[in-house]
Each structure stands twice: as C-alpha cells, then as structure tokens.
C-alpha cells in the first residue's frame, strides 16, 4: 500500500531528536544572493532535468532515504536520511538527480505567510519521479509560517544555543503539521468528487498545454471545462500544488527556452510564439524563473 503524507510525518518526530549540527545545512553566507547569475552548472544541467532556481518563500527539505546530491547556494552535498536542509528565501539550490544517483526520497515544505505546501519528492532512479507521490496543501496555516522564520533567524544569527532552539522548532513544527494534515483529511470531500475534480483539472492541463501560444486566461480555460473561474482556480492550486498563473508561465517558459536555442528568432519572437505580447514582461518573467534574461540564456547556451 502507497505511504501517504501522514505515513511520512509520522517518521518527522525520530528524525528531528537524532538530529545533529552536521546534519542541518544552511547557506549562511548567503553568497548565493550575490552571484549575478548562476554558474552555467546550475542553470544547464543535464536533459530534462530542471535548473537550479530560488523562490521568495521559505522552504524546508527533509531527506527520508536514499542519497541525493543536492546543490545549496555555491556547495554540493550529498543527502542521506536524516538530513535537513533550510533555504532562505531567495536561495539558489537544486537537486542533482541527474547525477546518476539511485533512489531516494524527500520531504519538501514550502512555506508562505498563509499557507504550506507539503509533497515527496520520489526519486525512482535514472530521473525517474513518482508522478503519484503524496502531496497536501494546507490553507490557512500561518503557524509554520512563523515556525521557519525563527528557524531562518536562528540559523542566521548563530547565538549559543541556536541548534537546540532550531531542533525544538522543528519539533513543534512536526506537531502543527500532524494536526493540520489530519484536519485537512477530515474536511476532504469523498472519494467520488475527487475523482471528478482530478478529471476537470486534466481537461484543464490539457487545454493550456494545447494553447498556451495564444492569448488565454483563467475565464477561457474555465468555459472550456464547465466550471467558474473563482472555483477552476481554488481546484487547480488543490490538486496540483501551484496557482494557474504559475503553471501557464511554466508552459510557456519551458517552450521558450526550446525556442531560445534557434539563434533565428528574436527574443521578441519567442515571446510572440509563447504567448506573450510585451517583450519586457516576457524577460522579468524569464529571469523570475530562471535566474537569467533571455539574452544571457541563450548565450550560455
């Protein structure tokens, strides 16, 4: 039977009291943020594997089993089971599955000033990922919010005693989630909807991933589907972990990239092709998501 969310939370607890100061990583430096762009490493790696990236929130990685090699502002270092890892906002990191590593599992926790998003990260082997691995959102949960911004501060400051403050955070965090996760479960609606639901997501998908190029928005997409656009948008964060917004400028960022490799087109024409009228809202997107302008990218390459 697959573990669910609650199966790995359950392990959360031991983890944390057999944690040890070596084990906790932490770009205290934060020499990361300084860095222009990222080296050619981080942002080309191996096909079909994504760059390394950084986010405005704050991020948890629990590592369950397995080694994963992972990149940490400008380190490498290879995760075992019981590591963790605290990523500032704006911290460059990535895993490095294309390593040819064997399996392995995390726990990942992003976390924003109102809600959490927890999922695995299953890697099968050969960039293999469990597409079914679980995930759960939590609405509302502003508590581990400020949790992880202690641990950040904590970390960052380095005063006596910060590893023991940290590990009773981390502690009181495993309890929050435990209690959130099983409240979540409880509100869920049966089995029955969700089949329903997940369906209206994947007509969803498939109508941005068909259309992307064009002019579209979240009201088209919604017709398209048969529902309204207030609920495709509070289904589409529920099922798949990321906003509609997020996911179209993924679609249209992944092809653009493709399209930056054809020295042909200009970066106005890529925009165009993606769907995207204004060429400057196209390259503060592209550098949003990739650390690098259009122009660098396709330089790089």
Known sequence: ????????????PALVCRLKPNLLLYD???????????????????????????HPHLELCIALSG???????????????????????EAFHCELAADRCGPYRLLWVSCHPTEAHLFVQDHLGRRIFNQDAPRVNLKKFAEAYQSVREIDYELWAAQLGAFRRVQGLLLGLCGLFERAVGAAARARPPARDEAVQRRRVERAVEYVRDHFSEPLDLQEVAVHVGVSAGYLSALFTRTLGRSFTDYLASCRLEEAE????QPSLSVKEVAVRVGIQNPLYFSRLFRKHTGFSPSQFRNAK
Do not use: N, Q
Request: net charge positive; glycine share 4%; charged share 35%.
């Open 1 to 12: 039977m697959a573990k669910t969310i609650d199966d790995y939370l359950h392990e959360l």
């Open 28 to 54: 205290r430096e934060r020499r990361a943020r300084r860095l222009k762009y990222p080296p050619a490493r981080w942002a080309h790696p191996p096909k079909d594997f994504p760059p390394a990236h950084r």
């Open 67 to 89: 080694r994963c090699p992972f990149l940490l502002g400008e380190r490498r270092h290879t995760l075992r089971r019981g590591h963790v890892v605290v990523l500032s906002p």
């Open 258 to 261: 493709r399209l930056l490799a």
